[in-house]
């Protein structure tokens, strides 16, 4: 077989292993040392992945992604929507530069799909500070990229959160979205259904696990023994289909009974809380692509499953908000650096993940307490590094959380000064830190060293220069407003 010929049909396979719709991931870079674009393209290439969902438009992330046949999402940021909901000339310049010019470079562009505006916008944490703008923004996108003759071939969405529906009974046939969302849905699913675009949503077995005590761990892991959730007449084998039809009844609700669903964010977390583990992870991903791949679907939408799904996440984010938890840093299926924490079937055949290749690391030293002196007061400096740098792993339930004292302090220091590159200053703490080039990791608590990279790298000039045009925009348009 010629050899383009074998790639079409790899892609082909891939995005059809599935039978309910293909699977992707969501790539996001809230990390303080990410690893290197072309890297994670390789990983994506090297695991089968043809689809992957990003969080924002990185400039850097789309030039890796050129040419390689990857579907791509690509995200807004929840910080400009303001911006783009009230200037047309803001959205013609976003899509320009972050559509526009990656996808008209032919075979060697980017495959755009979908422009998802905003990061759950509708998060209830985040109150209604985005509602007014999330509807305008989508909008004004969509005629931007009517106006460059892309809206056939790039959709709007608009992600929303696991929370933007519900069912206080937690019965599927109750289920409907939050009072305060009501009036933006419909709006949001009138607009989506007259360009044919389908309704992003985020279903967490884990979150609903974590924050109900009426999801079992079996249930939420669709393990064959969990005691089932009756609804009239429909049994649910699984938090999945229970969540998953919540949102089908908020639709036909609201008048959508046949909106077409995409998963936009699904997965388990492996560390920072109980039963956040690799070994439940694996138990937890492995029994979705078995649920997927039997097309099955759910009580409300028997053999009609998702269109597609995106996994949460592809690589650990030592900068994510911890805001709702210590194990929103570790949804990642890879560890920061692309080592695989456990393994699973991305398409149906594969047996075990790849991991990255040839990683850069920074040296092999790191930062630990000094035996030698007074620590009576070492806690103080622990907590100080701690507010500053990543120490999720501690706390209850997480891979480090057994570790005794001063091993705690160790991990503390340590992390803190990988994240400042290592230099000798930031391994001083009053005189209590001590650099040694033995690996301090006990058991599974790993101590890690981080990559040769930063987040400096990824503020290319380009970017800069786009967040600066939409910051100018902004600033002229409040000029008129209030002139």
């Not at 703490?429 to 060293?449: A, E, K, Q, W």
């Amino acid at each position: 077989m010629p050899p383009h010929l074998c790639t079409v049909v790899v892609f082909l396979l891939a995005t059809m292993a599935y039978g309910g719709g293909a699977v992707g991931v969501n790539w996001g870079t809230t990390a303080s040392h990410p690893l290197p674009p072309t890297k994670v393209v390789e990983l994506l290439k090297s695991n089968n992945v043809t689809k992957v969902k990003l969080l924002d438009a990185d400039p850097g992330v789309l030039e890796a992604l050129s040419g390689s046949n990857l579907v791509v999402t690509v995200g807004i940021p929840n910080a400009l929507l303001r911006t783009l909901n009230s200037s047309k000339k803001a959205a013609e310049s976003w899509v320009h530069d972050n559509v526009t010019r990656y996808v008209s470079n032919g075979g060697s562009g980017v495959k755009i799909e979908y422009v998802a505006v905003g990061d759950e916008p509708f998060l209830q944490s985040y109150g209604e500070q985005f509602h007014p703008f999330v509807i305008g923004a989508a909008m004004n996108i969509h005629i931007s990229l009517a106006r460059a003759k892309l809206e056939s071939k790039v959709k709007v969405v608009v992600p929303c959160s696991f929370d933007s529906f519900l069912s206080e009974s937690g019965h599927p046939s109750k289920g409907h979205f939050r009072a305060d969302l009501n009036r933006t849905m419909i709006e949001l699913l009138t607009f989506l259904s007259k360009h044919s675009s389908p309704f992003f949503a985020t279903i967490s077995p884990f979150l609903s696990h974590h924050q109900n005590k009426n999801i079992s761990l079996d249930f939420a892991l669709f393990k064959a023994n969990a005691k089932p959730h009756n609804d009239s007449r429909r049994t649910y084998k699984n938090s999945f289909d229970l969540s998953y039809d919540i949102l089908v009844t908020a639709l036909s609700t609201v008048g959508f009974p046949k909106m077409e669903i995409v998963v936009s964010q699904i997965g388990w977390p492996t560390d920072g809380a109980a039963n956040a583990t690799s070994s439940t992870a694996e138990t937890f991903m492995k029994g979705l692509m078995e649920h997927l791949h039997s097309k099955s679907g759910t009580p409300l939408r028997p053999r009609d499953p998702p269109s597609e799904t995106y996994i949460f996440s592809l690589l650990d984010e030592d900068q994510r908000s911890i805001s709702t938890g210590n194990f929103e840093r570790h949804w990642g299926v890879f560890t920061f650096d692309g080592q695989a924490k456990y393994h699973f079937d991305f398409i149906q055949g594969s047996k075990n993940l790849v991991d990255a290749q040839n990683v850069e690391y920074l040296p092999s030293k790191w930062c630990v307490v000094n035996n030698n002196k007074d620590l009576s007061n070492v806690t103080a400096s622990s907590l100080e590094a701690c507010s500053l740098a990543d120490c999720t792993a501690l706390s209850p339930g997480g891979s480090c959380s057994n570790i005794s004292w001063p091993g705690n302090i160790s991990y503390a220091f340590n992390s803190y000064y990988q994240q400042h590159n290592q230099s000798a200053d930031s391994c001083n703490f009053g005189g209590l830190g001590l650099i040694t080039t033995v690996d301090p990791s006990v058991d599974n608590c790993r101590f890690s060293v981080q990559l040769r990279t930063s987040l400096s790298d990824f503020l290319y000039p380009a970017y800069l220069s786009q967040w600066m045009t939409l910051l100018v925009t902004t600033i002229l348009l409040s000029l008129t407003i209030f002139t």
